[in-house]
């Protein structure tokens, strides 16, 4: 039995690659470890807000100081925190957007990389505080980008997981979905081999 967050940031709900490979990597398993609940924060669906003034503040100041408001943004805040700590696996299903995740994906990890909750300041520079976990990325692109320095998704996602202690991170890339049926196919084909790899 295992708890996993599947974070969803496709801005379409009809015909996303990064959707139906994340839900089928879910199904998967789902079917490994029966029992397993699942925790869906659909950031297409319902964006968590940009930071603000609002939220900086309250991250500036104790509880007590806090006004309604402030208060009210950190809430918010935490809960995603608080479903990311309590997750055994994360799926984050992310398509590539003018070669990055989406503002929404970004928007999600500017509140859960938090200084004093997922990762903290030390003399030696800064250090995750993030359990270690699975998490799976699962990326659908219009082109071909693995390996190339033009992708600024992968390595990006990559990056910020790292930075809170995350680094047990595996990618399945839906690739060439926009350069023609042959070429989409061969994405999805591989994309397919590289689910059962990890069943
Ligand atoms: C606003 C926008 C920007 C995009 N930028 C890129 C890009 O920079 N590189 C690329 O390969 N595909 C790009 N695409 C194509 C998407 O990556 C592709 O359609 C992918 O399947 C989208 O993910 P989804 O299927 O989960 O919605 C873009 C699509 C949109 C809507």
Known sequence: ???????????????????EYANNLVAQ??????????????????????????????WMKPAEEQTDAEKAASARSDQLIDELLAADIVVIASSMYNFGMTSTLKAW???VLRAGRTFKYTEAGPIGLT?????YVVTARGGRYTGSPLDFQAPHVR???????????????VEGQSMGPEE????????????????
């Not at 990056?159 to 399945?172: N, R």
């Open 1 to 19: 039995m295992k708890k996993i967050l599947v974070v969803q940031s496709s801005a379409r709900q009809e015909g996303s690659l990064s959707r």
């Open 29 to 58: 398993l789902q079917a490994k470890y029966p029992g397993s609940w699942v925790v869906a924060r659909d950031l297409g669906a319902e964006a968590v807000p940009h930071l603000d003034a609002t939220l900086l503040g309250a």
């Open 109 to 111: 990890f500017d509140h």
């Open 131 to 135: 359990p270690d976990r699975k998490v």
């Open 159 to 173: 990056q910020l997981l790292g930075f809170i202690g995350i680094t047990d991170v595996e990618f399945v890339n």
């Open 184 to 199: 989409a196919a061969k994405g999805r084909a591989e994309a397919d081999e590289a689910l059962a790899a990890l069943a």
